[in-house]
């Protein structure tokens, strides 16, 4: 896969022995199939209505049956499907919001570890700021002020949780960048850009993977509790935060646990399972061991 | 040290003028006309324009931030947009109820995680470590407000043995003794379901230390030299893996706060979290924009404060 003996070779070998991260892979796999594949597994459409057979009343939090096989919402909605298709929703915040912060953090760790001086005190206190408000404050604010839509979760997760991406890659950046080869770059009078996109980017790259994977099992939290606060995913799109909404009614989180017992493990779940791969990941690429 | 100090305090002084920059322009981002509830519906355009006029808000922008900062300063957060209540005073109100809370919350999770941790990296690859490893993990990967829904779901609504939601029982009439235990009663679930996440963070946090620790010269020296191990252990690993766990105290404020806002409105607790859910559902943004800019303060605080303990307890950050 790798070539032999390479860093990523043995990377990858360290990975494929650490049976909690293939464990974590193999379910992650699982969550992102189930998202690409959402219409051929789930029963029904997720927004379809159902109906009391005969009359014309919502058939609403039905119990689980062959029919419904975790029941219906408080909408008549069948909970199955929206769980699966909510799977999609979940992913695609997660991945687009990962990929925001990510390049944000990437390119101002990069700017500044390299540059250092103005540039980086710059940089750097406006780390500083946007740390210091607590992330669902700010993601609250941002999605209040504009209309709460799914590209509004996905650009405020994005603009709020690029500065451990952007302090990861500056501490990166100097320690490589006192390294002989980058000195022997300059000397052959190697252009900055040259030097940091081919001599310093490769060579910080897999802490940057071990953050990305992090990063997207933060987003998956943030994106479900602004759901759940009713500021993130708005209905009728499923998500597996705002389907957690109904339990705040005590008839439905003392008698109904079928409708949101489901949505919450899931997101355990993949949350844990993408830890185990942030974890395998960061021992993997530990070459100390 | 006093160099150190004076330093730490002077690289906050931008930062906190970006925190009121940032709020500030986040208020005036925000939709709808401060004056469209206070005035009489009949009133003139020109008499409105006047008002504007009078309330400044025709100024430039730079005019009004320094009139904004100036009032922020004295404590005044402005009127809320129905009922003209008084921002600041509603948030004197709830306030010290989410300092209780978050702070129960504080000191559980060190005094629950430290020990965790510290067993864990002694045990290092025992069934036991394994265990308390994952179980982090678990805490670390569940969303806090199904982990909220269960506790109340099982301990509340099942068992009965603690109450579902809100600070006191008001119908007791509880003084003294008695209302102190009731407080508490009401306090446990959900200063447990909010510091989780953080016992979860501290706990992988000290033991990656010890087992940094472990690893030193200093700790072989004492092996060569006969120590026993329990005073290796405790004397001489212990204490230093502890010195990197003080940076945890300013990273856990944000994070706390941030989890009030979900614990309080799960569980009906009436703090500032709570408050702010009621802001946004009615849309208050002088409120949230208070919130912001207190919370992000006292972040700032925070940080400060365990920046200038570290150097103190670890002399070699100093320069």
């Given amino acids: ?289 | 040290m006093l160099k150190y100090i004076a330093k730490r305090l002077v690289m906050s002084i931008p930062v906190i003028i970006g925190i009121t920059i940032l709020s500030f322009g986040i208020m005036k981002l925000s939709p709808g006309d401060p004056l469209a509830n206070f005035v009489n519906p009949s009133i003139s355009m020109e008499d409105l324009e006047a008002s504007r006029d009078a309330l400044g808000l025709n100024d430039p922008l730079h005019v009004q931030y320094f009139k904004w900062i100036g009032e922020v300063v004295r404590g005044n957060f402005g009127y809320t947009y129905s009922g003209n209540h008084q921002i600041s005073a509603l948030i004197m109100e709830r306030l010290p109820n989410t300092i209780i809370l978050t702070l129960s919350a504080f000191v559980l999770s060190f005094v629950v995680g430290i020990p965790v941790g510290v067993i864990a990296a002694v045990k290092k690859n025992s069934r036991l470590d394994y265990s308390l490893t994952f179980l982090s993990l678990v805490g670390v990967a569940i969303p806090s407000f199904f982990f909220g829904l269960l506790v109340i779901y099982l301990f509340a609504l099942v068992l009965g043995i603690f109450p579902s939601g809100g600070m006191e029982n008001i119908r007791a009439g509880y003084t003294g003794f008695a209302y102190f235990t009731d407080i508490l009663h009401h306090l446990i679930l959900p200063a447990i379901v909010l510091s989780l996440g953080n016992i979860a963070s501290v706990s992988r946090f000290t033991r990656s230390n010890m087992l940094d620790v472990l690893k030193e010269d200093y700790i072989r020296t004492a092996r060569a030299k006969g120590l026993r191990n329990k005073v290796i252990l405790y004397k001489h690993a212990f204490r230093n893996a502890l010195i990197p766990v003080v940076t945890i105290f300013g990273l856990s404020i944000p994070f706390l706060f941030s989890g009030a806002y979900i614990t309080e409105s799960i569980f009906n607790w009436p703090g500032m979290g709570q408050l702010g859910i009621k802001a946004i559902q009615d849309r208050e943004y002088g409120i949230i924009m208070a919130l912001n800019l207190i919370t992000a303060t006292l972040v700032l605080l925070g940080n400060l404060t365990s920046d200038i303990l570290y150097a103190v307890v670890d002399p070699r950050i100093r320069n």
Wanted: glycine share 6%; charged share 15%.
């Fill in chain 1, 1 to 289: 896969m790798f070539k032999k003996n390479s860093f990523y070779d043995f990377a990858y070998r360290r990975f494929t022995r650490n049976r909690l991260a293939v464990i974590g892979f193999a379910v992650t796999l699982f969550f992102v199939i189930m998202a690409l594949f959402a219409p051929l597994i789930a029963p029904h459409e997720p927004s379809e209505f159902f109906f009391v057979e005969g009359q014309n009343v919502y058939d609403k939090y039905a119990a689980p049956s062959s029919e419904h096989l975790l029941g219906t919402d408080s909408l008549g909605r069948d909970v199955f499907s929206r769980l699966v298709y909510g799977a999609r929703v979940t992913m695609m915040v997660a991945l687009l919001a990962v990929s925001i912060s990510t390049v944000i953090g990437t390119v101002i760790g990069l700017l500044s570890g390299y540059f250092g001086k103005i540039i980086d005190n710059i940089f750097m206190r406006l780390v500083d700021i946007v740390i210091s408000f607590p992330v669902l404050f700010l993601l609250i604010s941002i999605s209040t002020i504009m209309d709460p839509s799914i590209w509004i979760v996905i650009f405020a997760i994005g603009f709020v949780s690029w500065t451990s991406t952007a302090r990861l890659v500056r501490a990166e950046v100097l320690r490589v960048k006192e390294l002989d080869y980058i000195a022997a770059a300059r000397a052959c009078g190697t252009s900055n850009l040259k030097i940091i996109v081919k001599h310093i980017l490769p060579n910080i790259l897999a802490p940057i993977m071990v953050q990305v994977t992090i990063g997207t099992a933060q987003a998956i939290l943030m994106e479900a509790s602004l759901s759940f606060l009713g500021v993130g995913v708005q209905q009728p799109t499923p998500s597996w935060g705002n389907m957690l909404m109904d339990a705040q009614k005590l008839l439905v989180l003392r008698d109904m646990p079928w409708i949101w017992i489901p949505p919450g493990v899931v997101n355990l779940l993949l949350v844990l399972a993408i830890y185990f791969v942030g974890d395998g990941l960061r021992d993997a690429f530990d070459s100390r061991q």
